[in-house]
């Protein structure tokens, strides 16, 4: 991990990208040894965004209701050469030692004859990507456990143009197998894509939010005192803001605070009534304790007050999940989470700052209140989370989404499941209607990596003497060689019911992963940042460099496959990080 250095001994100089509908921001990064000093920050530049520098080969666009009338909301001035607002810059000395994460060891090689069948819940979370970019932004390496690798992956948009629908479902499904990037020992290992993306009941992959069902929303802010600082409260006021924006006059949206005391705020306010709802959002103010379970009662009592039939009924817990209760205040919390679940009202939390960050239990409780975990870390990724992938977010059309891989023991002899490392369900639940799994929102994709060694080939285990061979089962195997692997994918109708089975097969053959799909490697550009980051052991010597050229190699290739600026904003991350370790 990289050292924290003193403002005396280290300075950094982050010339922040400020990505924002389509403008790209070049980025600069000075660092110094522990003894020495380079670009040292003066005080004055503590507090304010720092220049940006646009390059002259990229558009700048100018931005689009409703954001254009963002900087009476935010109090923030648009920056007149670019159009847009600047990121907010933090910059601290001291790391935030209080943040706490899971701790998620990586998934095992297995070898498919003790083990061929990995079932898995989807992950639509996004959150961790947000902040491991807030880390590096800040001029550190984050902590291995705060890096969840599938949610790096995640977060960017994925069309899988080679995709196919399968029956009714509402997504299509893209699989392919490529050569492993970081297998150069012995060339011989193959990462295996299996891709998901929602489309809404036109089958449409760019649903917007005019046909997203009704929406009852209840805002439940923390307005505790650990809020008090810029970087969370303020931006989760700029933040709801942005998400008002977008709703109708069908929406309903209500307002709960708790610190000390849980109040009501603002009782279920039609969603064209914006001057209404704005004005309550800026009479929040951050004093006091945190009681975040009695929070959430008022808040589900609130939302069951004006809960739409056949409509998206959710809360958003917008927090730095400090939360001062007892463990088994946290399970009951848990409890009350999931039994309204099943009531059909859904929790997804968001999280703000440094410091007091509970990642764990935030991403905890998304994960039983059928929602979404993201970190909002700036305006524009506020923006992305409230205002580019709105109906991602809210409109659920599959729930319960659970994938199996089985693998064909006569071609794969060993496996792993990149990432999904707290998402991993055992084989029986995969027919069990009663397990809870992700839900899968209007436009969302989803991509699961695997590494396999085929058979025949070098893997990480010897050969076993007297390793017992089931005739029956090798023939029936031996019959189907021209498969890797068979893929199941299981989900319920956003209504609940029994579930659905959908099946392929994945075909053995692959190729070089410069001929792959531009989804594809980007994908694995991604889990090689994320890998190297969560310093794993099964990557070899893939560095920071080899995803920025991968990456880099993607948008070469096809420009148009980053509208919204994310990927360039990736290889910007890659860079940072390069030098970071450089510099630790």
């Known amino acids: 991990m990289s050292s924290v250095c003193s403002s005396k001994k280290r300075a950094y100089y982050l010339s922040r990208n400020a990505l924002l509908v389509g403008t790209v921001i070049s980025v600069g990064l000075s660092a110094c040894s522990t003894s020495q000093v380079s670009k040292p920050i003066s005080d004055a530049s503590r507090t304010v965004s720092p220049p940006v520098a646009v390059s002259a080969s990229e558009p700048i666009v100018a931005l689009s209701a409703p954001y254009a009338e963002m900087s009476s909301m935010t109090k923030t001035r648009l920056d007149p050469r670019t159009g847009v607002y600047p990121m907010p810059m933090v910059i601290n000395d001291m790391p935030p030692a209080n943040d706490n994460y899971q701790k998620n060891d990586a998934n095992p090689v297995h070898r498919t004859t003790d083990l061929a069948v990995s079932t898995l819940s989807i992950d639509t979370d996004t959150g961790s990507y947000a902040n491991v970019r ?16 599938e949610e790096l992956i995640n977060y960017f948009n994925y069309q899988f143009e080679d995709g196919k629908r399968l029956g009714n479902a509402p997504f299509v499904l893209a699989t392919e197998v490529v050569d492993s990037p970081w297998d150069r020992a012995n060339q011989d290992n193959k990462i295996v894509k299996v ?47 942005l998400l008002t924006e977008q709703m109708r006059a069908q929406d309903s949206i209500s307002i709960v605070t708790y610190s000390g005391s849980t109040n009501v705020a603002l009782p279920a306010t039609s969603g064209d009534q914006k001057a209404k709802i704005l004005a309550a959002i800026d009479s929040l103010n951050a004093e006091g304790s945190t009681n975040g379970e009695d929070a959430l009662k008022l808040a589900y009592r609130q939302a069951e007050q004006a809960m739409k039939k056949n409509g998206i009924n959710r809360i958003m817990m917008l927090t730095d999940g400090d939360f001062n209760v007892g463990i088994s205040d946290v399970d009951k919390m848990l409890n009350l989470v999931k039994a309204n679940r099943d009531r059909g009202i859904s929790l997804s939390t968001v999280g703000f700052g440094r410091g007091n960050l509970n990642d764990y239990m935030m991403e905890q409780m998304a994960d039983n209140g059928n929602g979404n975990y993201s970190y909002i870390d700036s305006l524009t990724e506020a923006k992305k989370v409230f205002g580019d992938e709105l109906v991602a977010t809210f409109n659920t059309v599959a729930k319960d989404v659970k994938v199996q891989v089985e693998f064909n023991p006569e071609a794969v002899s060993e496996w792993r499941l990149i990432g999904y490392e707290n998402r991993v369900l055992d084989e029986q639940d995969f027919n069990n209607d009663k397990v809870d799994a992700g839900e899968l929102g209007a436009g969302k994709a989803v991509i699961a990596l695997y590494e396999v060694t085929p058979k025949g080939k070098k893997g990480l285990y010897s050969d076993r003497r007297y390793e017992s061979n089931n005739s029956a089962s090798t023939t029936k195997n031996a019959q189907k060689l021209d498969e890797l692997a068979y893929l199941k994918i299981r989900y319920k109708a956003p209504e609940g019911g029994s579930s659905k089975l959908i099946t392929q097969p994945i075909p053995k053959n692959s190729h070089a992963l410069n001929r792959a799909n531009i989804d594809t490697q980007f994908a694995v550009a991604v889990a090689g940042f994320g890998q190297r980051l969560a310093q794993s052991e099964y990557i070899n010597d893939w560095q920071y460099e080899n995803s920025t050229k991968l990456a880099t190699s993607v948008l070469a290739r096809k420009p148009s496959s980053d509208k919204d600026g994310t990927r360039r904003n990736f290889v910007t991350l890659t ?10």
């Open 195 to 241: 891709g998901i993306k929602a489309v809404d009941n036109n089958w449409s992959k760019n649903p917007n939010s005019q046909t997203m069902p009704p929406a009852n929303l209840v805002f439940l802010v923390d307005v505790s005192g650990s809020m008090s600082s810029r970087d969370k409260l303020p931006l989760a006021q700029a933040s709801l803001k």
């Open 575 to 584: 860079e940072l990080a390069t030098a970071l370790e450089r510099n630790k």
């Open 134 to 149: 807030r880390y590096l932004n800040e001029g550190q390496l984050p902590p291995i456990d705060a890096v969840r690798v």
